[in-house]
């Protein structure tokens, strides 16, 4: 199954994609923008062009598991890209994946405008990595 995954932000979200294997997240893009009513619009034409069966949503947790206000706009816009596409989307627990997603660049000695432009498609590595890993870590098949 071709699964996306969406780190939402508020000026660049990161899209990931795995192919149909679903053993490795890839980067496939980054949205740049700023309006909450064009950006669904722009994740669901990402979706059709990856062709993705299923969508995967960072939910924003604080660090002690509670959900705040970025929390509840990740479950919105999960709803709304939904509705767009009428493709599945479940929301998976981001905590920690721009931190990860830094050290990911650190390591790589990512720098200036290119690690700004880049750390959100990391970040969407992670979170669609943790989900695939965690969907083989319960049996589910392709």
Do not use: W
């Not at 490795?24 to 619009?41: D, H, M, N, R």
């Not at 994740?43 to 990856?50: L, R, T």
């Not at 929390?71 to 009428?86: C, D, M, P, V």
């Amino acid at each position: 199954m071709i699964i996306m995954s969406v780190d939402l932000g508020k000026a660049r979200t990161g899209i990931a994609v795995c192919d149909k294997s679903e053993f490795l997240a890839s980067p496939y893009t980054v949205i740049f923008e700023k309006s909450p009513q064009k950006l669904p619009e722009k994740v669901a034409q990402a979706a059709k062009e990856c062709k993705a069966e299923l969508i995967v949503v960072g939910l924003p947790k604080n660090m002690d598991g509670t959900e705040g206000e970025s929390a509840q706009n990740a479950r919105s816009f999960a709803e709304q890209l939904t509705g767009l596409t009428g493709i599945e989307t479940v929301m998976q627990d981001e905590r920690g994946t721009t931190v990860t997603a830094h050290n990911y660049l650190n390591a790589t000695n990512t720098r200036g405008k290119k690690r700004k432009n880049t750390v959100d498609a990391v970040a969407a590595v992670i979170i669609l990595q943790d989900y695939l890993d965690s969907r083989r870590g319960r049996g589910v098949q392709q």
